[in-house]
């Protein structure tokens, strides 16, 4: 319960801290951690992206909450690399399990320490020099102009997606010629994914310069 609480007022899925506290606490074996994780991490998104939804951009109010084209360039590539993982995670000992994982959580805890110090000091200077001008505004646009066109290539890649990967994991035998050809096609799918991703972004960031604002992918 406290651990989501943290991760989600952090934005974060709470995967870091869910699989220790399982292990350290509760005693559960690594494979049984990391399953009884994503599924509470798997709750804990959808409940912080329904909420977050119909929120407006802090800076522009047009904009969703939500960076929608960061979603359709990287969440490919994430779904790609996780099924190799899913295959190592089937091949490799525990002690090596381990030792990734630390790896892993250890430089995502550097990176987000050093981005909340970053933003602590910009938000502590802003601040200062003006307490009344920060995200408070409510004048101008309030409707969010939503991606729709990124919402439909998502749903029907996510689609094939899963067909791909419900037939390699249950119609088929595992490590079958079969299992190895629906586990390949994947992986021109995430790419042909995120090369279109970048280029439709490419096209609004060039057709709309002032719409980029600070943190969004440049391309251009």
Not at 72 to 75: D, F, G, S
Not at 157 to 163: D, E, H, M, N, T
């Given at each position: 319960f406290f651990s989501c609480a943290i991760a989600s007022a952090g934005g974060i899925g709470g995967g870091?801290?869910?699989?220790?506290?399982?292990?350290?606490v509760f005693g559960f074996?690594?494979?049984?951690?990391?399953?009884l994780s994503q599924c509470t991490v798997l709750g804990n998104y959808i409940i912080q992206s329904t909420i977050n939804f119909r929120k407006h951009h802090p800076i522009e109010k047009s904009r969703p909450l939500i960076y929608w084209d960061i979603v359709?360039?990287?969440?490919p590539a994430q779904i790609g690399g996780s099924n190799i993982g899913v295959i190592l995670?089937?091949?490799?000992?525990?002690?090596v399990l381990l030792v990734l994982s630390i790896?892993?959580?250890t430089f995502a805890a550097i990176k987000t320490g050093k981005?909340?110090?970053y933003l602590w000091h910009k938000e502590s200077q802003a601040l200062l020099l003006s307490k009344e001008e920060q995200y408070d505004k409510e004048d101008g646009i309030t409707t969010i102009q939503y991606p729709v066109m990124i919402f439909i290539v998502l749903a029907i890649?996510?689609?094939?997606?899963?067909?791909l990967l419900v037939t390699g994991q249950t119609a088929v035998t595992i490590c079958s010629s079969g299992f190895i050809i629906c586990l390949v096609l994947i992986y021109p799918l995430m790419i042909a994914l995120v090369y279109w991703g970048i280029n439709y972004v490419t096209w609004k960031q060039l057709e709309d310069p002032s719409s980029i604002l600070e943190g969004d992918l440049a391309f251009k």
């Open positions: 870091g801290l869910n699989v220790p506290i399982l292990l350290v074996n690594y494979d049984v951690a990391v399953v359709l360039t990287l969440l995670e089937s091949v490799l000992p525990v002690t790896l892993v959580v981005k909340g110090l890649s996510w689609a094939i997606y899963a067909v």
